[in-house]
């Protein structure tokens, strides 16, 4: 036995020697975010289902096709904020009765720079009560509520929480859907086809300072060019010709003006409650059976000023209720050729129910001699005198006119029952809750306004705006204009400057993603190069250049920053030419070289912006001023947590068309980005990728249609795994003896790389 002294000498080495050996952990031993569990209910054909304990590093998930593996990729989207809709909610009794709610839970663990990241996002929504439960906990729980609401179920209410803090839908965007990459064959046409999610890829891996500048720059050029647009509309709306020959020195004069401010006042808030009321209600509507929409990111004077140019003579409901919600009353802006579309839109819209309602009418309508059901009977009854009599030689071939009028009359009565289902409802479910009346009042109104002041309805909004200016005695315009034309020149040099610093950045990343890409494309079953072109955009001269009258600033599309535009070539062995991916590529080759993409750019690739959809609309401040500085400030802050790495990244069958070596290539490639990256949820049909996972959940379709449907989950291990691997690699083609031979052998070979590749 040691004496106390040697004991105490040898427990402080072993002490010491285990704290160095805690430095030189590899990375995936310390705490990692990730999805921990995803519980559903009611969701389209599952009743209860529960993805628990999802490993850290590759989870996949495998079934029969049509088994339900889609419920993954739905609930996820539900958490993520995407829109909610009949078809995903389970109706509790199919002969008619009433509806359950449907329940999306996704628990997620928390650390480092995602804790961080959240944390910070959640105080700048003003969602506060989430983050106690976040900081002592690591955990953030996100529950999505779907109610079937309304005449027969036909609407959708949507409610959500973060950690039991109600919360709204664009919350859900902003915070959770940057946590998660989402990567299917949409995400790889949305990446490959269009040059602003390229360029998103891109930045990914671009520098945070030069990111950060160009964007706070890119934000302080479109501020002084507002304030400049501004003061300039300003100028042009003078005053109307009922203020000639006035004086604001003349006391009566002054009345008048007071009256007429007063009364435009009552006006404007007359209008927007009725414009808000109305664009609410179609909002609403459109949730149950539409994707949501959104007014553009750019409430911009600019875009206030061209949306009445750029309104269709003829416009859907959700297309007027998008240029309502963009009318801009202050900017000058009143909204009167939306107003009109509106009208026309309702007066359509009223014209297609009556439609329907008479065809209902005229189809099955009983107490209608003309309709096809009265004609029906009518014709029953003269068959029935027809062959009266049982002997009559034309009773049997009487008879069988019978079964065909009730084969005639059962089809009447199905195409009604889908005229008034499937038409009347969604048509009556689809309308604002405003009469023709209100409208035609509100627009008798406003052009008796326009009267009175000698003007058109279009110059409504700003003889209001110019009335009030002169009230109040603020029109300094003049003044401020060269001063304002100053500023916005000197910003937009210094954002041509970051542009530059940005363009260079893009290159340098750009060479190196090729180059990795081109290393791991042999592995993928690929002789190819991948060739990552950053170019300016054809007709692009970036400078002070004056365009419709204005300082024009350099800006692609979208949030993309800069004057760059970006395409995935790739160069095969045997070609002379490389050629665009999404043009060359085959499917299951563009599959491969998104995931070579993704793990040398982790978070390049998924479904929406990264930037969590941030813009200038998220914060209800009007350009310029210290409000402008503040939402400026905000959004700087907001830029530097939108380039975290996801999560969690949900492969959804983006291993079709692979097989062979290059499937097995893919599978190692997706265990070491779990193990190195984030956490990778796959869903797949390929062995190879199912026998490299850490967790293997397979989801089973149980039920009939007749008894009801619905879905298990399951975690297999051991021979329930063999089995369900074997599945996979065989199915009912080969030996039950040689697929679990061969499904042991890929479980082993997993087993044995997972093992090497942990101890690197």
Not at 25 to 46: D, G, H, W, Y
Not at 452 to 480: T, W
Request: with cysteine.
């Amino acid at each position: 036995m040691l004496p106390p002294r040697s004991v105490l000498l040898v427990f402080s080495i072993f002490a010491y020697l285990s704290l160095i050996h805690s430095f030189s952990l590899p990375k995936a031993a310390f705490p990692k975010s990730r999805i921990e569990s995803i519980t559903v209910k009611n969701l389209a054909i599952v009743k209860d289902a529960q993805l628990k304990d999802l490993s850290s590093r590759l989870t996949v998930v495998t079934g029969e096709t049509g088994a339900g593996k889609s419920l993954v990729t739905s609930a996820i989207g539900l958490a993520c904020g995407d829109a909610a809709s009949k078809d995903k909610s389970r109706q509790f009794n199919p002969d008619g009765g009433a509806f359950e709610d449907s329940f999306v839970t996704l628990t997620a663990q928390l650390h480092d720079e995602a804790l961080i990241a959240v944390s910070k996002k959640l105080k700048l929504l003003s969602l506060d009560s989430a983050i106690p439960v976040l900081e002592s906990t690591n955990t953030l729980t996100i529950t999505r509520t779907i109610k079937r609401v309304g005449k027969n179920g036909n609407k959708i209410r949507s409610t959500c929480t973060l950690n039991s803090c109600p919360a709204h839908l664009k919350d859900l965007k902003l915070i959770v859907a940057p946590l998660i990459a989402r990567i299917d064959a949409n995400a790889a046409a949305t990446v490959l086809s269009r040059s602003e999610s390229r360029i998103n890829a891109i930045d990914r891996g671009v520098e945070e300072k030069i990111m950060r500048e160009a964007k706070s720059e890119y934000r302080k050029y479109r501020v002084g060019r507002s304030r400049r647009m501004k003061i300039e509309r300003d100028l042009a709306s003078s005053l109307p010709p009922s203020f000639k020959g006035m004086s604001m020195e003349n006391d009566g004069d002054a009345t008048t003006l007071r009256h007429w401010v007063e009364e435009l006042n009552t006006f404007q808030e007359k209008w927007s409650l009725f414009r808000d009321n109305v664009v609410a209600d179609i909002e609403n509507n459109q949730d149950s059976s539409e994707p949501e929409f959104e007014a553009d990111a750019d409430n911009s004077p600019t875009a206030a000023t061209s949306s009445a140019l750029s309104i269709p003579s003829m416009m859907s409901l959700p297309q007027c209720a998008i240029e309502l919600s963009k009318v801009n009353w202050e900017g000058g802006d009143g909204g009167w050729e939306a107003m009109l579309s509106l009208k026309n839109a309702l007066v359509t819209h009223d014209k297609s129910y009556h439609a329907a309602s008479e065809a209902l009418m005229t189809l099955s309508s009983k107490s209608t001699l003309e309709s096809a059901a009265s004609s029906v009977e009518k014709t029953r009854d003269l068959l029935y005198d027809t062959a009266s009599d049982q002997s009559s030689t034309v009773y049997d071939q009487s008879e069988k006119a019978h079964d065909l009028l009730n084969e005639v009359e059962a089809t009447i009565q199905r195409c009604a029952e889908q005229i008034e289902n499937r038409i009347l409802n969604k048509l009556e479910a689809s309308r604002p809750y405003v009469t023709l009346e209100e409208l035609d009042e509100l627009l008798v109104d406003w052009k008796s306004l326009a009267r009175k002041h000698g003007i058109s309805p279009e110059q409504v909004c700003g003889c209001h705006g110019g009335l009030r200016s002169e009230l109040e005695g603020a029109d300094e315009n003049r003044e401020k204009l060269p001063r304002a034309i100053i500023e916005e020149s000197k910003a937009l040099l210094k954002y041509q400057e970051c542009c530059k610093l940005l363009t260079e950045d893009r290159k340098r990343v750009a060479e190196m993603l090729g180059e990795k890409v081109t290393e791991l494309l042999p592995s993928l079953g690929m002789e190819a190069e991948l060739i990552v072109d950053v170019r300016r955009k054809m007709g692009i001269e970036f400078g002070l250049e004056v365009k419709g009258g204005g300082l024009w600033g350099g800006k692609v599309e979208g949030d993309s920053v800069g004057i760059d535009v970006v395409d995935f070539l790739l160069l095969n062995n045997k070609a002379t030419e490389a050629g665009k991916v999404e043009e060359t590529a085959s499917s299951g080759e563009r599959a491969r070289i998104l995931l070579a993409i993704e793990t040398c750019l982790p978070g390049s690739i998924g479904v929406g912006d990264y930037s969590g959809g941030i813009s200038l609309n998220d914060f209800e401040f009007e350009d310029g001023g210290a409000e402008g500085l503040e939402k400026e400030e905000m959004e700087e802050e907001w830029t530097g947590l939108a380039k975290s790495t996801p999560i969690s990244v949900l492969y959804d069958e983006i291993d079709s068309h692979v097989g062979g070596r290059a499937a097995v290539a893919v599978a190692k490639l997706l265990s070491n980005q779990g193990k190195s990256g984030s956490q990778i949820i796959s869903i797949t049909h390929n062995a190879a990728i199912a026998s490299m996972a850490d967790r293997h959940i397979v989801v089973e379709k149980k039920g009939d249609e007749a008894d009801g449907v619905d879905v298990k989950v399951t975690s297999v291990i051991g021979s329930e795994r063999e089995d369900e691997i074997a599945r996979m690699a065989g199915g009912e083609m080969v030996s039950e003896e040689d697929s679990i031979a061969f499904s042991r052998a890929l479980l082993k070979e997993g087993m044995e790389f997972r093992e090497q590749t942990a101890a690197l």
